[in-house]
T-cell receptor, first 111, second 111 residues
Framework: NAGVTQTPKFQVLKTGQSMTLQCAQD?????MSWYRQDPGMGLRLIHY???????DQGEVPNGYNVSRSTTEDFPLRLLSAAPSQTSVYFC??????????FGPGTRLTVT | TQLLEQSPQFLSIQEGENLTVYCNSS?????LQWYRQEPGEGPVLLVT?????EVKKLKRLTFQFGDARKDSSLHITAAQPGDTGLYLC???????????FGSGTRLLVRP
């Protein structure tokens, strides 16, 4: 099992550009989520999904879109990147309420 | 406003000392998890507590869930340099699938 995979590992964007962060899991988990982590801080929930076709907003959803067309994949789209979105992004999956398995993270810089 | 507040934010101690990290909220959680995160990696689950008053031990780490299920603590006995990392608590409410993370406690154990 690969667990949770994220691509890319590093990305630099200019203000206003758009991009998609990819996340995939091979554990057949129903629940998937995206977090951002700013320097020296905990994780803030961006969006989450409890199954294919079902998504909902977390604590900081503005500027981000998600979709869940399959159980395995949960991409995060930045619509128009802003410097305030510079962060490390983590994707996680789990059975609802159980241990979350995290990917290795994507370090994003917006200039 | 952070739903889960952790204290202290940063702790630097000598090898062999004991320490306690606190995770507090005004909200009630159906379960609470503790994770540890090392630099450049995603968080990894240490323990899940689900019953008010529950105490769980993991070698030198003792976790306690408050009677009212609003707070938790992590106590480390005789800290080792290998305990260095970011400790995160995360709570799940009865009414939601979401897992909300605390602000984190960064621990440095000096040899």
């Amino acid at each position: 099992n690969a667990g949770v995979t994220q691509t890319p590992k590093f990305q630099v964007l200019k203000t206003g550009q758009s991009m998609t962060l990819q996340c995939a899991q091979d554990m057949n988990h129903e629940y998937m989520s995206w977090y951002r982590q700013d320097p020296g801080m905990g994780l803030r929930l961006i969006h989450y999904s409890v199954g294919a076709g079902i998504t909902d907003q977390g604590e900081v959803p503005n500027g981000y879109n998600v979709s869940r067309s399959t159980t395995e994949d949960f991409p995060l789209r930045l619509l128009s990147a802003a410097p305030s979105q510079t962060s490390v992004y983590f994707c996680a999956s789990s059975y609802p309420g159980y241990e979350q398995y995290f990917g290795p993270g994507t370090r994003l810089t917006v200039t | 406003t952070q739903l889960l507040e952790q204290s202290p934010q940063f702790l630097s101690i000598q090898e062999g000392e004991n320490l306690t990290v606190y995770c507090n909220s005004s909200s009630v959680f159906s379960s609470l998890q503790w994770y540890r995160q090392e630099p450049g990696e995603g968080p990894v689950l240490l323990v899940t507590v689900v019953t008010g008053g529950e105490v769980k031990k993991l070698k030198r780490l003792t976790f306690q869930f408050g009677d009212a299920r609003k707070d938790s603590s992590l106590h480390i006995t005789a800290a080792q340099p290998g305990d260095t990392g970011l400790y995160l608590c995360a709570g799940k409410m009865d009414s939601s699938y979401k897992l909300i993370f605390g602000s984190g406690t960064r621990l440095l154990v000096r040899p």
